[in-house]
């Protein structure tokens, strides 16, 4: 598991997925499936890989400021920001968005005392040009 993890890192695919915990010594990184997986090693061998399975997560998490908790935003319930705690108890609801504007980054301040938040509006058009010519 390590080397497909490090292989990973390499090929930068997890580089803006990953974030070390606040004491230095584990790093979270989400997962590219449908699961809502993240994966969670210790550092620096990364040797074992323990699996935390949050609702449906999107790829960005990062650690809660006491290191006790992993938060995630979850793409399926409007897009709200969810703590999944490592003792494996439920996940809690951390905000409460009633619109459907979709999380791009989230992070704490330094004494874990404020919380940043960037959302955005996704919009979709469909054009039908007729006549074109080749």
């Known amino acids: 598991m390590f ?3 490090l292989a990973l890192v390499l090929r930068k ?3 803006d997925r990953l974030d070390v915990s606040p004491d230095g010594k584990s790093v979270v990184f989400g997962a ?3 699961r809502g997986e993240l994966g969670v090693c210790d550092l620096p061998a990364c040797t074992t890989v323990r699996t935390v399975t949050t609702l449906q997560g999107g790829p960005i998490s990062r650690w809660t400021p006491d290191g006790k908790g992993i938060a995630f935003y979850d ?3 409007g897009g709200n920001l969810w703590v999944q705690p490592l003792d494996g108890s439920a996940p809690k609801q951390l905000t409460h968005f009633a619109d459907n504007r979709t999380i791009g980054d989230f992070a704490w301040s330094r ?3 404020r919380l940043a938040i960037a959302r955005f509006t996704v919009t979709n058009d469909i054009v039908l040009f007729k006549g074109l010519r080749r």
């Open 3 to 5: 080397c497909s993890f």
């Open 13 to 15: 695919e997890l580089q």
């Open 32 to 34: 590219s499936n449908t």
């Open 75 to 77: 793409v399926g319930r």
């Open 111 to 113: 004494d874990g005392k």
